[in-house]
C-alpha cells in the first residue's frame, strides 16, 4: 500500500508536468503527420504544373513550354527538386535556341537546387560546360569538365577489376562524353600535352564503346601528328 501511495502522491505533484509533457508529444506527432501531409501535397501541386510544361516540351512545343516554365519558376510556386528540374528543363530549351547567356543563368540555378539529386545535377553541370564550350570559353569548360569527371567519374580502365565486378560504376552515363569535350578542349587552346594525356584515359576506360574508340584513335592521329611537325 506505501508503494501505492507513494505513486499517488506523485502524480498528485508531478501530474500537471505529465499531462504537459503528454500534450507536447501529441503536438510533436500531429505537427509531424501534419507536415508530412502538406509536404506530400506540395510535391504533388508541384509535379501537377510542371506535368503541363513537361508535355509540352514531349510535344515538342518548346516556344510554350519555355513560356510555362519560366512563369513557374518566376511565381516562386516551385522550391527544391521541382524548381531544379523547371530551370534545368527551360535552360535546355534556351541553349537549343542559341540563348547561351540565358541558358548559362538557368543551368546554374539547376546545379543550385539539384541537391542529392545525381542525374538533374550532372545534366545541370554538363549544360554549364556546353555553354562554355559554345562561348568560346575554352579554358573555364576545361575547369567544368574537370570538375565534372572528379564528381561523376568512378571507372579507372582496371579490365582485370572490371571483368570480376570490382571496378568503380560511373554515377553518371556521360562521363566518357565529358571527357571527350574535355580532350577536344585541351586541343583548342593548344595544350596537345593535355589532349593526349585525356585522349589515351579516354581511350583506356572507355574504348570498350566502339564509337569512343574511333574519334578517339582519330583525334590521337592528329594530336600525334601535329607534334611531329612541330618538331621538324
Request: charged share 25%; with cysteine; hydrophobic share 45%.
Amino acid at each position: 500500500m506505501a508503494g501505492q501511495n507513494d505513486l499517488q502522491d506523485f502524480l498528485k505533484e508531478n501530474g500537471s508536468k505529465l499531462i504537459a509533457a503528454l500534450a507536447v508529444i501529441v503536438l510533436i506527432v500531429v505537427g509531424v503527420t501534419k507536415y508530412n501531409e502538406m509536404t506530400k501535397a506540395k510535391v504533388a501541386a508541384e509535379a501537377a504544373a510542371l506535368g503541363k510544361a513537361m508535355t509540352l516540351v514531349y510535344a515538342g512545343e518548346n516556344s510554350k513550354a519555355l513560356v510555362e516554365l519560366e512563369t513557374l519558376i518566376q511565381s516562386n510556386s516551385l522550391s527544391g527538386l521541382s524548381l531544379a528540374k523547371a530551370s534545368l528543363l527551360a535552360a535546355n530549351i534556351k541553349f537549343q535556341n542559341g540563348d547561351f547567356d540565358g541558358a548559362s543563368v538557368l543551368f546554374d540555378k539547376a546545379v543550385a537546387d539539384a541537391g542529392s539529386a545525381t542525374l538533374i545535377m550532372a545534366a545541370a553541370m554538363h549544360g554549364q560546360a556546353a555553354v562554355s564550350i559554345e562561348k568560346k570559353d575554352y579554358t573555364k569548360a576545361i575547369s567544368q569538365l574537370e570538375t565534372f569527371i572528379a564528381k561523376f567519374g568512378k571507372r579507372d580502365g582496371d579490365l582485370k577489376a572490371r571483368y570480376s565486378q570490382e571496378e568503380g560504376i560511373d554515377l553518371v552515363s556521360t562521363v566518357s562524353d565529358a571527357m571527350w569535350k574535355l580532350t577536344l578542349c585541351y586541343n583548342e587552346v593548344g595544350n596537345k600535352d593535355k589532349a593526349k594525356v585525356v585522349a589515351e584515359k579516354l581511350l583506356k576506360v572507355y574504348g570498350d564503346k566502339p564509337e569512343v574508340a574511333a574519334k578517339v584513335a582519330s583525334l590521337l592521329k592528329t594530336v600525334k601528328a601535329k607534334a611531329i611537325f612541330k618538331d621538324l
